[in-house]
């Protein structure tokens, strides 16, 4: 058995008792870093063998997991922060794991993209979850294509690339198109900033420093 285990965005608190649970029960916790997880664990007096799996080592270490879930051994996944699988890794692990007929078990809990969405007050019954653009090919594509959308659209953008992702979507879809920017959401410095694009730009610009991963919610085209 495979167990993707959400942990907390920012505040510790913000884990349920069946992760805790989970993450003391498996024989090993695989952590996208192991000095991020190793501080939730000890936070939880959780003493559970920690194993590095990320972006950069899970093609080479997915065929050593797969043999040891055969054997019977139970694995937790975890990312940094949020739901693993979602603008993290787990979607290979997830994919391999269903091949192999070995059972899959996601936790419902933490994901950055839905507090935000809320937050924004802008239409969320339909909205696209775009995470994060591509750094150089393909993001002026798909910073079109999210223009055009008719419904709420989503994208994740890290501190020091989110004023130039503003300043393309003004140029894609208008400098008046209302939106929102969310970040370091349920930390202590938690902020949102709502608008127009244009509003949260001139917000952004005024800061000395931008810190914390950053959510951007963006209204459909039809508003």
């Given at each position: ?38 501080r ?80 924004s ?6 909205f ?12 002026l ?40 920017l969310?970040?370091?959401?349920t ?11 244009k ?25």
């Amino acid at each position: 058995m495979i167990y993707f285990v959400p942990t907390p965005i920012g505040n510790l608190k913000d884990i349920s008792h069946r992760s805790i649970e989970i993450l003391n029960q498996v024989d090993l916790i695989l952590a996208e870093d192991t000095r991020t997880t190793g501080r939730l664990l000890k936070e939880y007096d959780i003493s559970t063998d920690l194993k590095s799996f990320h972006i950069h080592n899970e093609h080479s270490q997915l065929e050593q997991v797969i043999n040891r879930l055969k054997q019977g051994d139970k694995i937790a996944l975890v990312s940094d922060a949020g739901t693993p699988g979602i603008s993290d890794p787990g979607f290979l692990l997830s994919r391999e794991a269903r091949r192999e007929g070995i059972p899959v078990n996601c936790l419902p809990g933490a994901t950055a993209c839905i507090p935000a969405l809320v937050n924004s007050g802008l239409p969320s019954d339909k909205f696209h979850f775009e995470g994060f653009l591509p750094h150089k090919k393909g993001k002026l594509t798909r910073l079109k294509y999210l223009s055009s959308l008719e419904n709420t659209f989503i994208i994740y953008a890290s501190p020091h690339r989110v004023i130039k992702t503003i300043q393309q979507l003004i140029e894609h879809c208008g400098e008046e198109r209302p939106a929102s920017l969310s970040r370091e959401l349920t930390k202590l410095h938690e902020e949102t900033i709502r608008g127009s694009l244009k509003e949260i730009l001139v917000a952004l610009e005024e800061k000395s420093t931008i810190k914390g991963e950053i959510v951007v919610v963006v209204a459909g085209n039809k508003m």
